[in-house]
């Protein structure tokens, strides 16, 4: 890993960067990519994270803002700034930067389904069978396979969360509730789908 730190210096120190650098030390070499992607790692650091350790650890803000003329919208990181004295006391919002979702939808509007752990979990307003998990800090995403058997007209409920060993699960539940020809309602058993 290094000829002048032991290994376990160099993860100690790359776990209290902040994410942004990170991304930037992946392409250090093949050892530091490998290390800041293992599982492992990135447990550390999101520890570090959670206690403070890592420098401009506040707590940040993700705001869909949307313009209500051109339907268009964008993400907005705001840092809570750490200080009091802001109205009536409270903490002030800091903007800390834009972020544009690297996925383009057919009426760019998504819907935020949850937030665990600085992951996003996205949905596609105009087509139900676009979701993704995002990951705004290292600008990376992965598309979520579409519902296994989706009856005709089809709706979703979704959930995002980590269990208690910490993995991510996004649980899906695709069911059907329409109408026949006569106006009796037809419900089909929902089908329960979970991904990690």
Known sequence: MSDYFPEEVVIEILSRVPAKSLVRFL???KTWYSLINSPDFIATHLNNVRLG???NS?????VRQSNLFSLKEHYVLYSDGGEEGGVHGRRNL??????YFPVKSEDEIFRM???CDGLVYISDRSNREENYLWNPSVRKYVKLPPPTNPPPNFSTASGFGADSHGDY???RVVYCEGYDGEGFCLTLPPEVEVYS
């Not at 800091?94 to 972020?99: E, L």
Request: hydrophobic share 50%.
């Open 169 to 171: 699960k996004v649980v």
């Open 27 to 29: 392409l250090v070499s």
């Open 94 to 99: 800091i903007y800390f930067g834009r972020i």
């Open 58 to 62: 506040s707590s940040l803000s993700l």
């Open 113 to 115: 389904v949850g937030i």
């Open 53 to 55: 350790k890592t420098p």
